[in-house]
């Protein structure tokens, strides 16, 4: 079992509708969960960033993390043409110069 | 504001070339990472660094090095490329708090002929 799985893609979805980007994960020793979002020939940019269970909003971005069901969802509400990218969820143990594990990351498209 | 810089954007180079790709943050961070992507693969740690001459292997280092002489700059060295190392290579850096995650450079695509 990979230790962080992510929902494959591609996905596509009308403007305004609310998205739903999902990872699971094995290792329970994960407590950072972060969102990277990356345009077409870009390198990723942080986009959420969560410590330990519980949800984070940020505008039109909500962040949920599960760790009894070791689960980490990215809400997307009122999609905008914009919003077209790949999404990565990475996570880490923490501790000094922990590494982070990334999902494969899914390419979202929102039409408008 | 946070700043990764990559030497290049966009690099061709023939097969059994020796090549050298340079990355540079200005946040006085203590670890670097090099990280290449793939369609299907997502991204693939490389090799890292947490402090000046200092590296770890990654994931996947076979065919690479690294270089880190001063703290603002990692370098990725491809001794003898090869075809399968055509892709597009991303370069981070962090601090060494737990709680802090990493930046990333705009990324070289790389494609070896």
């Known amino acids: 079992q990979k230790e962080v799985e992510q929902d494959p893609g591609p996905l596509s979805v009308p403007e305004g509708a609310i998205v739903s980007l999902n990872c699971t994960y094995s290792?329970?020793?994960?407590?950072?969960f972060m969102w990277y979002r990356q345009y077409s020939r870009k390198g990723p940019e942080l986009l959420m960033y969560?410590?330990?269970?519980g949800n984070k909003e940020d505008g039109r971005f909500t962040a949920q993390v599960d760790k009894s069901s070791k689960y980490i969802s990215l809400f997307i509400r009122d999609s905008q043409p914009s919003d077209s990218a790949t999404y990565l969820c990475a996570m880490s143990a923490g501790g000094a110069n922990s590494k982070l594990t990334f999902g494969k990351g899914i390419t979202l498209s929102v039409r408008p | 504001d946070v700043k990764v810089t990559q030497s290049s954007r966009y690099l061709v180079k023939r097969t059994g070339e020796k090549v050298f790709l340079e990355c540079v943050q200005d946040?006085?961070?203590?670890?670097m990472f090099w990280y290449r992507q793939d369609p299907g693969l997502g991204l693939r740690l490389i090799y890292f660094?947490?402090?000046?001459?200092?590296?770890e292997k990654g994931d996947i280092p076979e065919g690479y090095s690294v270089s880190r002489e001063k703290k603002e700059r990692f370098s990725l060295i491809l001794e003898s490329a090869s075809t399968n190392q055509t892709s597009m290579y991303l370069c981070?850096?962090?601090?060494?708090?737990?709680?802090?995650?990493?930046?990333f450079g705009p990324g070289t695509r790389l494609l070896v002929l």
């Open positions: 969560t410590y330990s269970s």
């Open positions: 981070a850096s962090s601090t060494r708090l737990p709680q802090e995650t990493q930046y």
């Open positions: 946040m006085d961070h203590e670890n």
């Open positions: 660094s947490y402090d000046v001459k200092m590296k």
């Open positions: 290792n329970s020793a994960f407590q950072y």
